[in-house]
């Protein structure tokens, strides 16, 4: 039985399974082994011989059902793809930028930033000149070869390109179709 629905859905439909893995692996522990003196908890169902044995078998086909949903949902977002700003990449780029190479280039711009910030600090301190942009040529001089208002754009860049990013990855979950 193969099902079509939106992105959202079938996010949707991963929670309920993983909740129905869960409560099937726990039904299983629970019963799985007994001692041969002890009454059968599942003799009114058929015995615990034939109810373990569906349990495992349900737990597999939730498990496949999951990766059938996993699969489709990444092979749509290997094809879809998503313009902000002027960048245009597939979702599933978009989705590893924003989880991996987004956070990493923030942190880099905003230590860059608090470097700058901390040198500036210490040349008023220490009576220095600090030069924008050019090699200094006298021992009391210290240049910066780091624009500050390029970090600071660049950094307000990366968080609007995020912004931007998540209200039209939902709309694309919202309304592209996957069939598992």
Same mark, same amino acid.
């Given at each position: *039985?193969?099902?079509?629905?939106?992105?959202?859905?079938?996010?949707?439909?991963?929670?309920?399974?993983?909740?129905?893995?869960?409560?099937?692996?726990?039904?299983?522990?629970?019963?799985?082994?007994?001692?041969?003196?002890?009454?059968?908890?599942?003799?009114?169902?058929?015995?615990?011989?034939?109810?373990?044995?569906?349990?495992?078998?349900?737990?597999?086909?939730?498990?496949?059902?999951?990766?059938?949903?996993?699969?489709?949902?990444?092979?749509?977002?290997?094809?879809?793809?998503?313009?902000?700003?002027?960048?245009?990449?597939?979702?599933?780029?978009?989705?590893?930028?924003?989880?991996?190479?987004?956070?990493?280039?923030?942190?880099?711009?905003?230590?860059?930033?608090?470097?700058?910030?901390?040198?500036?600090?210490?040349?008023?301190?220490?009576?220095?000149?600090?030069?924008?942009?050019?090699?200094?040529?006298?021992?009391?001089?210290?240049?910066?070869?780091?624009?500050?208002?390029?970090?600071?754009?660049?950094?307000?860049?990366?968080?609007?390109?995020?912004?931007?990013?998540?209200?039209?990855?939902? *709309?694309?979950?919202?309304?592209?179709?996957?069939?598992?």
């Amino acid at each position: *039985m193969t099902k079509k629905t939106t992105i959202t859905e079938a996010l949707a439909e991963l929670k309920t399974l993983d909740s129905k893995i869960e409560t099937t692996k726990n039904f299983i522990l629970q019963y799985a082994i007994r001692q041969g003196s002890s009454i059968d908890p599942l003799a009114d169902d058929g015995g615990s011989d034939k109810i373990i044995p569906q349990k495992i078998q349900s737990l597999n086909d939730l498990l496949a059902r999951k990766v059938a949903i996993r699969t489709a949902i990444n092979k749509k977002n290997l094809e879809t793809e998503v313009s902000v700003g002027n960048k245009t990449k597939t979702v599933a780029e978009w989705i590893i930028w924003r989880r991996e190479a987004k956070p990493q280039e923030l942190r880099i711009y905003q230590d860059l930033q608090k470097s700058v910030l901390n040198i500036r600090q210490q040349c008023g301190q220490k009576g220095l000149l600090l030069k924008d942009g050019e090699q200094p040529s006298k021992t009391n001089e210290v240049s910066c070869f780091i624009s500050e208002s390029k970090v600071n754009s660049q950094i307000e860049s990366l968080n609007e390109i995020e912004a931007t990013l998540d209200g039209k990855l939902s *709309m694309i979950n919202a309304t592209t179709l996957v069939e598992y």
